[in-house]
């Protein structure tokens, strides 16, 4: 028998709130989340693949300039953009993973080749920019991924010696997971890091267990947030831990491991789908960028909490 299906997405994690927060940049944002969302439940409604529509999701996403992935990735200290991201598929916990590439127009793509072509989980920098030559997945210059709006960013990190990460605590990482009508889950995160990283600085989303995870025995999970805290606390293999060892629902152990990273001083968030079909959010910043649908008719696009 089919169940429900469902798909959530996100555009990140951070200090947005209605006060500060342009009402034009609000109508995008909820717009480009509403149409990354219907791009992975078509294919979700006519009996594709979890895989598939969190693929289709994040492609949308990271095309995207509004959010740090893809197009309109903030830049590193240097002036360049790093692209990172990883896909996840729960039926047999196959995965793909991709950091540091500078040419690859849909990170998320070159995940997914990496984990069905190769017989490695993750690959980074020239290599995995050979890779994805070798095997067709679209290569575009650099100045693709650049927009004004994030060389202003990193100009401003710079003038006012603001520190090692985004002082203004936006975390524009994109992410969707999924059930498909089938019962199993993926998920699927992009992101361009944190303005003015150095050092070839990789943070969680690409790393798996970390910010992206799927396990059909217990669900999917994308992160976004200060990916550091996000390594330390194996967020996406802790959520999935705690409900199929310890019988945690999905909406606690997502708050519960959230929690765990705000008391080690991180800040950000998750979304979640189940294999029941069930989706969840869980986050400790005043605001994530957040859609999510299900075949039963629930349909939500939100920004701020609450």
Known sequence: MTQQWSIAVHGGAGTMTAATLAPALVVAAEA?????????????????????????????????PLFNAGRGAV??????????????DGRGRTAGAVAGVAHTRNPVRLARAVMERSPHVML?????????????????DPDWFATPERWRQLQELKARKLGWFDADLKYGTVGAVACDGAGHVAAATSTGGLTGKRWGR???????????Y???????????????YFIREAVAHEIAARMRLAGFSLQDAADAVIAEVGALGGDGGVILAAPGGQTAFAFNTPGMYRARVDAAGLHEVAIFRG
């Open 32 to 64: 480009a989340l509403a149409l990354a969302l219907e791009a992975g439940a078509a294919i979700l409604r006519r009996g594709g693949s979890a895989l598939d529509a969190v693929e289709a999701s994040v492609v949308s996403l990271e095309d995207e």
């Open 75 to 88: 830049f590193t200290y240097h002036g360049t953009n790093e692209l990172d991201a990883a896909i996840m």
């Open 124 to 140: 980074s920098g020239a290599g995995a920019e050979e890779f994805a030559r070798e095997h067709g997945v679209e290569q575009v």
């Open 202 to 212: 990789i943070g969680d989303s690409p790393l798996i267990g970390a910010g992206t």
């Open 214 to 228: 799927a396990d059909d025995r217990a669900c999917a999970v994308s992160a976004t947030g200060a990916g550091e």
